[in-house]
């Protein structure tokens, strides 16, 4: 036990790094945030003078564009200041799901500003006006594009660097963003030398693509929110952490549920030998919990316990033949919780079936009759499984 305290005192302080950081990540969002409102808001003011000026829808709502950003990033403050309250009684596993609430809302934002500029600009479309443009409200505009671009990067950037869907979401729209304005200043060039005006066309098709983006983000946050398979790079590190500490000879049923970005629980299954005492299971087990938690800061909930038969040469034979006859069915991943009574005559098992397979349940018992009539002696029960971090 003297090295699970040893684990456990270190984990007080890793704890502390933990908490620490989640601070850290929390002000990089909201200081990326206020420097993408103050952007926008200086574009959008820049740009509305100077639509209004040139009587140039695309440029107009270009400024409206720019203040939809500016609203995402507000929501995106209150989202991460949301996300960051401690758990309660109400919400035992904290609120970091708020997030992706606010990384939805996001894209809705983005999606309306979408259709209404497709509204406009099919108005244009149908009553045209002429554009009248002026060499500074070019350079405006062609200033604009270079700021949306680096904003667009910075924003992004740092959304991938500490895992904000929100952040992620306000700098692909602010690179959408950039290639609308490139997309006007290029219309009102060519207005300006063939005296055709093409910036409704332009508006039109624009408006298009924001309403595409608004839907991919969308999507993408409801994927997440109704929880998606765990990341594969994740699970194989937990299972491999577990898998060297001696005795644990299979990691099974591995699960992770996520409540808000790099902040998961879990559970999972390990084989240990029929040989374990219950003191060393419980060792094995705390010791697990630790290392898991100090490394990928996930919190194991529970570790359930397959015993592996070892002490009877023939129950371990009677395994390996029943394992030969689950790997020759191509959608089966995985045999595990194998136990064999003989006093009962029956054989516990468990069979995961990929979900690749046509018929995931008919796959199963076929492999189960085949166990069956291979030994006709026993009684079989077996659970068709899932591996939830299937790749």
Same mark, same amino acid.
Do not use: C
């Given at each position: 036990?003297?090295?699970?305290?040893?684990?456990? $005192?270190?984990?007080?302080?890793?704890?502390?790094?933990?908490?620490?950081?989640?601070?850290?990540?929390?002000?990089?969002?909201?200081?990326?945030?206020?420097?993408?409102?103050?952007?926008?808001?200086?574009?959008?003011?820049?740009?509305? &003078?100077?639509?209004?000026?040139?009587?140039?829808?695309?440029?107009? +709502?270009?400024? &409206?564009?720019?203040? $939809?950003?500016?609203?995402?990033?507000?929501?995106?403050?209150?989202?991460?200041?949301?996300?960051?309250?401690?758990?309660?009684?109400?919400?035992?596993?904290?609120?970091?799901?708020?997030?992706?609430?606010?990384?939805?809302?996001?894209?809705? =934002?983005?999606?309306?500003?979408?259709?209404?500029?497709?509204?406009?600009?099919?108005?244009? =479309?149908?009553?045209?006006?002429?554009?009248?443009?002026?060499?500074?409200?070019?350079?405006?505009?062609?200033?604009?594009?270079?700021?949306?671009?680096? +904003?667009?990067?910075?924003?992004?950037?740092?959304?991938?660097?500490?895992?904000?869907?929100?952040?992620?979401?306000?700098?692909?729209?602010?690179?959408?963003?950039?290639?609308?304005?490139?997309?006007?200043?290029?219309?009102?060039?060519?207005?300006?030398?063939?005296?055709? $005006?093409?910036?409704?066309?332009?508006?039109?098709?624009?408006?298009?693509?924001?309403?595409?983006?608004?839907?991919?983000? +969308?999507?993408?946050?409801?994927?997440?929110?109704?929880?998606?398979?765990?990341?594969?790079?994740?699970?194989?590190?937990?299972?491999?952490?577990?898998?060297?500490?001696?005795?644990?000879?299979?990691?099974?049923?591995?699960?992770?549920?996520?409540?808000?970005?790099?902040?998961?629980?879990?559970? +999972?299954?390990?084989?240990?030998?029929?040989?374990?005492?219950?003191?060393?299971?419980?060792?094995?087990?705390?010791?697990?919990? &630790?290392?898991?938690?100090?490394?990928?800061?996930? =919190?194991?909930?529970?570790?359930?316990?397959?015993?592996?038969?070892?002490?009877?040469?023939?129950?371990?034979?009677?395994?390996?033949?029943?394992? $030969?006859?689950?790997?020759?069915?191509?959608?089966?991943?995985?045999?595990?919780?194998?136990?064999?009574?003989?006093?009962?005559?029956?054989?516990?098992?468990?069979?995961?079936?990929?979900?690749?397979?046509?018929?995931?349940?008919?796959?199963?018992?076929?492999? &189960?009759?085949?166990?069956?009539?291979?030994?006709?002696?026993?009684?079989?029960?077996?659970?068709?499984?899932?591996?939830?971090?299937?790749?």
């Amino acid at each position: 036990m003297a090295a699970v305290k040893e684990k456990i $005192s270190g984990l007080a302080a890793e704890e502390g790094q933990a908490i620490q950081q989640s601070e850290d990540r929390d002000k990089q969002i909201v200081r990326t945030s206020v420097i993408g409102i103050l952007a926008n808001v200086f574009l959008a003011a820049f740009k509305a &003078v100077i639509g209004m000026i040139s009587g140039s829808i695309a440029i107009t +709502l270009d400024a &409206v564009n720019n203040l $939809s950003d500016a609203a995402s990033s507000v929501i995106t403050i209150a989202g991460t200041k949301l996300a960051g309250k401690p758990a309660d009684k109400k919400h035992p596993f904290g609120y970091g799901r708020v997030e992706y609430l606010s990384a939805m809302i996001i894209s809705v =934002i983005v999606l309306y500003a979408g259709v209404t500029s497709l509204k406009e600009s099919v108005t244009k =479309i149908i009553h045209p006006e002429a554009a009248d443009y002026t060499m500074i409200a070019l350079v405006i505009v062609a200033a604009a594009v270079l700021v949306k671009i680096i +904003l667009g990067r910075y924003v992004e950037g740092v959304g991938h660097r500490v895992n904000s869907d929100s952040l992620v979401a306000s700098g692909k729209d602010a690179t959408l963003d950039s290639i609308i304005s490139a997309s006007t200043l290029i219309a009102a060039v060519i207005y300006i030398v063939t005296k055709v $005006s093409l910036e409704s066309w332009l508006g039109a098709i624009i408006s298009i693509v924001i309403i595409k983006s608004g839907i991919d983000m +969308l999507r993408e946050t409801i994927s997440e929110i109704l929880g998606e398979r765990a990341d594969k790079d994740l699970a194989r590190d937990i299972k491999k952490t577990v898998m060297s500490y001696p005795g644990v000879s299979g990691v099974y049923d591995l699960v992770l549920n996520n409540y808000g970005p790099d902040a998961y629980n879990g559970s +999972l299954h390990i084989e240990v030998p029929d040989t374990y005492s219950a003191s060393q299971i419980d060792e094995l087990t705390r010791k697990i919990s &630790v290392e898991v938690y100090l490394k990928y800061q996930v =919190i194991l909930t529970a570790i359930s316990v397959y015993s592996l038969n070892t002490k009877d040469p023939h129950i371990v034979e009677v395994r390996k033949q029943i394992q $030969s006859i689950a790997n020759k069915d191509p959608y089966v991943l995985q045999m595990h919780g194998f136990y064999l009574n003989e006093d009962e005559k029956t054989i516990r098992l468990d069979l995961v079936i990929s979900f690749d397979a046509p018929n995931r349940k008919e796959a199963f018992q076929n492999v &189960v009759a085949q166990i069956k009539e291979a030994y006709p002696g026993y009684q079989i029960n077996a659970a068709m499984d899932t591996d939830f971090a299937e790749s």
